[in-house]
């Protein structure tokens, strides 16, 4: 069996193919998409309250300081996320727009991740199915009624088309492949540590294809300027992104287990099934990375992907235990380890590993209609909870949030007009 993808895997798909692909991806957006309306509602809570600068910043009329535009929250380089905040509120936009907006950004993720398979292989359409429903999937539903969790949504975006651009470049070696993987990456790092993170992988992959002399200057001159514009971040965020680790090995080991598990499905309370699930996932991902590091130049799509996937597995467990939070099933954190299973299907599919891809697609499915069950169930009570928010916020005189008055009022400002307020 032959481990060298072949030539038509390269090729890009004909207008007839490329319908069916997106038909694949339309019906779980648009249940994405049915899901946030049953449940969203115009208000910020959790973190969204700890940007008061910004929320003065526009409600004064003045544009938010750089040195406060750059600063990291809890480890994050928000700067486009910071923007999306201020265009919203400067031009009276919904809040609820940064949720819609993420099923599209989904989608677009998906046409990326997919962009490699356009052979006609029945194992390359097995991997497309089960691409769309482990991208564009409810299982990530805390994302979808939080605004600002379009930050990760554009960050999985984002390293994605850099790994494909570094996919391309790897093959031909042309400047405009490796300007765009340089550009797409900075953007992503930017947007999250997650994006930072696809940054540094996207720096090493065109380090390990040989660049020439000027495209390693400029590629160096890149890196220089966004880890020194991430360090700036981290320097004036006003804390840390993590405390200090006091959880013993045992305690991270299952964390990171558990959360490979959540690459394929939510194992709730079942901590037992999880860390299995884990363990036989990380096993899987370590297979694909064996059979992919033969023929590297072919596969630094699906490698950059897997190697994106465990990086933040390894971080976020450390700094979610080192602030004594042990969360690893948390929905949020489904894009962060989606880029695993995103490898891990691009392989198998490539190699036509057919048996175990079939495998995955069916636990994939089962993921995806376990939560899309579930979420319809529970969205009628989000949207009742978000609501109480809501007026809780309209209402309040005092001591909501921990905020200052101040502070209060100009967040009431933006959403308690006479409508927000019922």
Same mark, same amino acid.
């Given at each position: 069996?032959?481990?060298?993808?072949?030539?038509?895997?390269?090729?890009?798909?004909k207008p007839g193919k490329c319908a069916l692909i997106i038909s694949?991806?339309?019906?779980?957006?648009?249940?994405?998409?049915?899901?946030?309306?049953?449940?969203?509602?115009?208000?910020?809570?959790?973190? !969204?309250?700890?940007?008061?600068?910004?929320?003065?910043?526009?409600?004064?009329?003045?544009?938010? /300081?750089?040195?406060?535009?750059?600063?990291?929250?809890?480890?994050?380089?928000?700067?486009?996320?910071?923007?999306?905040?201020?265009?919203?509120?400067?031009?009276?936009?919904?809040? #609820? @727009?940064?949720?819609?907006?993420?099923?599209?950004?989904?989608?677009?993720?998906?046409?990326?991740?997919?962009?490699?398979?356009?052979?006609?292989?029945?194992?390359?359409?097995?991997?497309?199915?089960?691409?769309?429903?482990? &991208?564009?999937?409810?299982?990530?539903?805390?994302?979808?009624?939080?605004?600002?969790? &379009?930050?990760?949504?554009?960050?999985?975006?984002? =390293?994605?088309?850099?790994?494909?651009?570094?996919?391309?470049?790897?093959?031909?070696?042309?400047?405009?492949?490796?300007? =765009?993987?340089?550009?797409?990456?900075?953007?992503? #790092?930017?947007?999250?540590?997650?994006?930072?993170?696809?940054?540094?992988?996207?720096?090493?992959?065109?380090?390990?294809?040989?660049?020439?002399? *000027?495209?390693?200057?400029?590629?160096?001159?890149?890196?220089?300027?966004?880890?020194?514009?991430?360090?700036?971040? !981290?320097?004036?965020?006003?804390?840390?992104?993590?405390?200090?680790?006091?959880?013993?090995?045992?305690?991270?080991? !299952?964390?990171?287990?558990?959360?490979?598990?959540?690459?394929?499905?939510?194992?709730?309370?079942? &901590?037992?099934?999880?860390?299995?699930?884990?363990?036989?996932?990380?096993?899987?991902?370590?297979?694909?990375? @064996?059979?992919?590091?033969?023929?590297?130049?072919?596969?630094?799509?699906?490698?950059?992907?897997?190697?994106?996937?465990? =990086?933040?597995?390894?971080?976020?467990?450390?700094?979610?235990?080192? &602030?004594?939070?042990?969360?690893?099933?948390?929905?949020?954190?489904?894009?962060?380890?989606?880029?695993?299973?995103?490898?891990?299907?691009?392989?198998?599919?490539?190699?036509?590993?057919?048996a175990i891809l079939a495998a995955i697609m069916v636990v994939v499915?089962?993921?995806?209609?376990?939560?899309?069950?579930? !979420? @319809?169930?529970?969205?009628?009570?989000?949207? /009742? *909870?978000?609501?109480?928010?809501?007026?809780?916020?309209?209402? /309040?005189?005092?001591?909501?949030?921990?905020?200052?008055?101040?502070?209060? $009022?100009?967040?009431?400002?933006?959403?308690? #007009?006479? *409508? $927000?307020?019922?």
């Amino acid at each position: 069996m032959s481990l060298t993808p072949t030539r038509k895997v390269l090729t890009f798909a004909k207008p007839g193919k490329c319908a069916l692909i997106i038909s694949f991806a339309i019906l779980p957006a648009l249940y994405l998409a049915i899901l946030i309306s049953r449940a969203a509602v115009d208000v910020p809570f959790k973190d !969204e309250l700890y940007f008061p600068n910004i929320y003065a910043s526009v409600a004064s009329g003045k544009f938010l /300081a750089i040195h406060n535009l750059i600063a990291a929250h809890n480890g994050h380089p928000y700067l486009l996320l910071k923007l999306l905040m201020i265009f919203t509120l400067s031009n009276g936009l919904p809040w #609820s @727009w940064m949720m819609y907006a993420q099923v599209p950004i989904l989608l677009a993720a998906f046409l990326i991740a997919n962009r490699l398979l356009t052979n006609n292989h029945w194992s390359n359409w097995i991997a497309t199915v089960a691409l769309a429903f482990a &991208i564009i999937t409810p299982r990530q539903w805390e994302n979808l009624y939080w605004g600002m969790q &379009i930050a990760f949504s554009l960050s999985l975006l984002l =390293g994605l088309c850099a790994f494909y651009c570094l996919q391309r470049y790897s093959e031909k070696k042309l400047s405009s492949w490796l300007t =765009g993987a340089l550009v797409i990456s900075l953007l992503a #790092s930017v947007c999250s540590a997650q994006g930072f993170l696809a940054f540094l992988i996207t720096l090493v992959g065109l380090t390990l294809v040989k660049p020439s002399r *000027n495209h390693f200057v400029a590629l160096l001159s890149c890196g220089l300027a966004g880890t020194a514009l991430f360090a700036a971040s !981290e320097m004036l965020a006003m804390r840390a992104g993590a405390g200090r680790f006091t959880a013993s090995a045992v305690t991270y080991g !299952e964390h990171v287990a558990r959360m490979f598990g959540n690459a394929v499905a939510n194992y709730g309370r079942h &901590i037992g099934a999880g860390v299995l699930i884990g363990v036989a996932v990380a096993a899987l991902a370590a297979y694909c990375s @064996w059979i992919a590091l033969k023929r590297y130049r072919q596969f630094m799509f699906e490698l950059a992907c897997i190697a994106w996937g465990v =990086g933040l597995i390894l971080v976020v467990s450390y700094a979610r235990l080192a &602030i004594d939070i042990n969360q690893p099933n948390a929905p949020r954190y489904v894009p962060l380890v989606m880029p695993i299973l995103l490898g891990i299907i691009s392989i198998l599919a490539k190699t036509r590993r057919h048996a175990i891809l079939a495998a995955i697609m069916v636990v994939v499915l089962f993921g995806y209609f376990q939560s899309a069950a579930s !979420e @319809w169930h529970i969205t009628p009570y989000r949207k /009742a *909870n978000l609501t109480a928010l809501s007026r809780q916020l309209c209402f /309040a005189s005092d001591d909501y949030g921990k905020l200052s008055v101040s502070d209060l $009022r100009n967040l009431q400002h933006f959403f308690c #007009s006479s *409508n $927000r307020a019922k």
